[in-house]
């Protein structure tokens, strides 16, 4: 039986000779927030989940790499704030640039992507909190990370 596992790979590589693999933004919002609708409370934690899961499992392995990827899948725009705690940006973002203000964070997908990312770059456990957001009345999206303390043995 043929393994039925798709990979990042097998999603982008759509073939579509006419259409070719961009679509409208509308259809990307419409899914996303259908699914929202659909999975109720805990809608958020899924999608953060599946983009955590997605991060880890990427090949991005530097912070040069995860601004790329943002760019290139339209994502948005990332910019790195360093400093302690460490923030990132994001304008234009896929979710929710130009969205009225309805008082809620809404880019539960692309922290986890960060989370999961970031992950690896750090070689330890991140946990990534949206602090701005456009679906707030922003001018952009931020982010919040926090590098998650080793865990050590109390017995050692």
Avoid: W
């Avoid at 290139?72 to 130009?98: F, H, S, T, W």
């Amino acid at each position: 039986m043929a393994d039925t596992k798709l990979k990042f790979e097998d999603l982008v590589e759509a073939y579509r000779p006419t259409l070719g693999r961009e679509t409208d933004l509308s259809l990307y919002r419409i899914l996303k927030y259908s699914m929202l609708h659909f999975l109720g409370i805990t809608g958020k934690s899924k999608l953060y989940s599946a983009g955590k899961y997605f991060g880890e499992h990427s090949d991005l392995e530097s912070f040069e790499e995860l601004m790329q990827f943002f760019e290139e899948y339209k994502i948005g725009i990332l910019e790195i704030i360093e400093g302690m705690p460490l923030r990132l940006r994001v304008y234009e973002c896929v979710d929710c640039a130009g969205f009225p203000n309805i008082g809620k964070k809404v880019c539960c997908f692309e922290a986890g992507i960060l989370a999961g990312v970031l992950k690896n770059i750090f070689n330890k456990d991140v946990h990534v909190v949206e602090v701005k957001c456009y679906a707030s009345g922003d001018d952009c999206c931020e982010f919040e990370v926090t590098i998650m303390p080793d865990h050590t043995d109390e017995h050692d």
